[in-house]
C-alpha cells in the first residue's frame, strides 16, 4: 500500500471532535467539531500546502537572512524563504514523525532534527497530540541529545476558520497590548509598538469584525486570565467559532491573514486566520539585536523544553 503524500495518517476521536494527523511535520491536518472544520484541512494524499497544520521547531517564524551568532560562533541557515531571503519556520516541517505512543484520544510523534550546517545540535522533538471534551491540546517536547547548549523556540501553524462566512466578516478577539513591527517587504523585525499605532490593523483588545484588514505581525503583552492562559478567538456571524489557547510558555502569537500574492485568484487566499502561539520571537535568535525580550530558550546538554496550546470549538 503507497503511503500518502503527507505521509501516514492517524485518527483522533473523542466526542464531537475528530482530529487527523499526518506524520510529516507531525501535521494537524484537519480538526473537526461537530462535523465542521476548526482549521483549514487538506487532502492526506497531497503535499502539505505550505506549512499548514504544522509543528514548527527548532524556531518558529523567521531568522533574518538565515544568520545569527549563538556561543560566540556565527551560523548560516538555509534560506527556506527565498522570495524574502530568510532562514522560515524551522526544521521539523518536512521530517517524517513516527509513533512513539498511543491510546484512546491520545497520540505521541517523534522525529529527530539532526546536526547540520547552520545548526549543528542534535534535538529529540515529541508531539503530543490530546483530544477530549475541551478540545484538542497539543504539546511539543524538545530534549537536547548534544553535549552543547541548544537554542529552540516553538509553535504550531493552524488556520483557523470560525465558520462558512468570508474571513472578513469574522469577529476578531486579540488580547495583546503590543505589535511587532517590521518591514513590509520582507518583515524584518523593527521594533515593539503599542497596538494603538495603527488600531484598525492591530487593536482586537475587544472583539471586532475583521474586515479587509491584512496582518501577518507577532504580537505580545498578552491579556491573561487567574490562570495565566491567553486565548484568541474567531466568530462566524453564524454563532460558530474557534479558540487557540495557552499558558505562560508561549509569550508571542503570529496572526496572518493568510494574503497570498494574486489576491482571490490563488487557492487559500484568505480561507483561514493563522494563529501560532511561539516561545520566541521572530528572529529570536538573533536576540542581542533587540531592545526587548525575544523568549529565545536554550536547552542544556541532556535537558528538555516544553511548550502546551489547546484548539477548541466555540
Known amino acids: 500500500m503507497t503511503t500518502p503524500l503527507s505521509g501516514t495518517q492517524y485518527l483522533l476521536?473523542?466526542?464531537?471532535?475528530?482530529?487527523?494527523?499526518?506524520?510529516?511535520?507531525?501535521s494537524l491536518r484537519r480538526l473537526t467539531y461537530a462535523g465542521r472544520d476548526l482549521v483549514v484541512p487538506f487532502d492526506a494524499d497531497e503535499v502539505r500546502p505550505a506549512y499548514r497544520g504544522v509543528i514548527l521547531a527548532p524556531w518558529p517564524n523567521r531568522i533574518v537572512d538565515g544568520r545569527y551568532t549563538f556561543a560566540g560562533v556565527e551560523r548560516?541557515?538555509?534560506?527556506t524563504e527565498p522570495e524574502r531571503g530568510h532562514a522560515l519556520h524551522g526544521l521539523a516541517a518536512w521530517l517524517?514523525?513516527?509513533?512513539?505512543?498511543?491510546?484512546?484520544?491520545?497520540?505521541?510523534?517523534?522525529?529527530?532534527?539532526?546536526?547540520?550546517?547552520?545548526?549543528?545540535?542534535?534535538?529529540?522533538?515529541?508531539v503530543t497530540f490530546a483530544l477530549g471534551a475541551d478540545g484538542l491540546r497539543q504539546s511539543v517536547r524538545a530534549r537536547n541529545l548534544s553535549p552543547q547548549v541548544a537554542p529552540f523556540g516553538t509553535g504550531p501553524h493552524p488556520y483557523l476558520v470560525a465558520g462558512p462566512a468570508p474571513l472578513d466578516d469574522w469577529t476578531l478577539t486579540l488580547p495583546a497590548d503590543r505589535v511587532l513591527e517590521v518591514t513590509p517587504d520582507r518583515l524584518a523585525p523593527l521594533g515593539l509598538r503599542p497596538v494603538e499605532i495603527d488600531p484598525d490593523r492591530f487593536d482586537f483588545r475587544s472583539p471586532r469584525r475583521l474586515g479587509g484588514v491584512e496582518i501577518d505581525h507577532a504580537f505580545t503583552g498578552l491579556r491573561r486570565d487567574a490562570d495565566g492562559?491567553?486565548?484568541?478567538?474567531?466568530v462566524d456571524p453564524a454563532g460558530t467559532g474557534v479558540e487557540v489557547s495557552w499558558d505562560r510558555g508561549c509569550p508571542w502569537v503570529q496572526v496572518h491573514t493568510a494574503d497570498l500574492p494574486g489576491g482571490a485568484s490563488q487557492p487559500g487566499h484568505r480561507a483561514g486566520l493563522a494563529v501560532e502561539?511561539?516561545?520566541?520571537?521572530?528572529?529570536?535568535?538573533?536576540?542581542d539585536r533587540y531592545d526587548y525580550d525575544t523568549?529565545?530558550?536554550?536547552?542544556?546538554?541532556?535537558?528538555?523544553?516544553?511548550?502546551?496550546?489547546?484548539i477548541a470549538g466555540l
Request: proline share 6%.
Open 13 to 26: 476521536a473523542s466526542g464531537d471532535y475528530e482530529a487527523h494527523i499526518a506524520s510529516v511535520g507531525a
Open 76 to 79: 548560516q541557515a538555509a534560506l
Open 96 to 126: 517524517d514523525f513516527t509513533a512513539v505512543d498511543s491510546a484512546s484520544g491520545r497520540l505521541t510523534l517523534g522525529a529527530t532534527i539532526e546536526p547540520q550546517q547552520g545548526y549543528p545540535w542534535r534535538l529529540r522533538v515529541e
Open 295 to 310: 523568549g529565545l530558550a536554550r536547552i542544556e546538554p541532556g535537558q528538555t523544553f516544553t511548550a502546551t496550546w489547546r
Open 277 to 287: 502561539p511561539m516561545t520566541c520571537a521572530p528572529d529570536a535568535f538573533n536576540a
Open 229 to 234: 492562559m491567553a486565548a484568541v478567538r474567531v
